[in-house]
């Protein structure tokens, strides 16, 4: 069993930031692909970052230049580094991981971020 878990999220004012980090446990061995996804109430789900194994990384348009996702090999962790939070950031934020050799999709069970004055 692949159990994810993602933690760092929190209520914050616009302007500050927050770094989510999704730490993965069970029997695995390495993964391919991690990403980050939010869902806002009455909205569907929508991909913030994405890392490969390699490094190679992709952003929504949305948060260009404001979030930085990174992993940690060793450690089987990846993270989001959440600066310049809006308002329209306020959402659950879930890690997926994809995990070889049959690209096995895992979900964590969300962290909560709230940006509000």
């Known amino acids: 069993q692949v159990q994810l878990v993602e933690s760092g999220g929190g209520l914050v004012q616009p302007g500050w930031s927050l770094r989510l980090s999704c730490a993965t446990s069970g029997s695995i061995f390495s993964i391919n692909s991690m990403a980050w996804h939010r869902q806002a109430p009455g909205k569907q789900r929508e991909l913030v970052a994405s890392i490969t194994s390699g490094g190679s990384t992709n952003y929504g348009d949305s948060v260009k230049g404001r979030f930085t996702i990174s992993r940690d090999n060793a450690k089987n962790t990846v993270y989001l580094q959440m600066n310049e939070l809006k308002p329209e950031d306020t959402a659950v934020y879930y890690c997926?991981?994809?995990?070889?050799?049959?690209?096995?999709?895992?979900w964590g069970q969300g962290t909560q971020v709230t940006v509000s004055s």
């Open positions: 997926r991981v994809v995990v070889p050799p049959t690209s096995s999709v895992y």
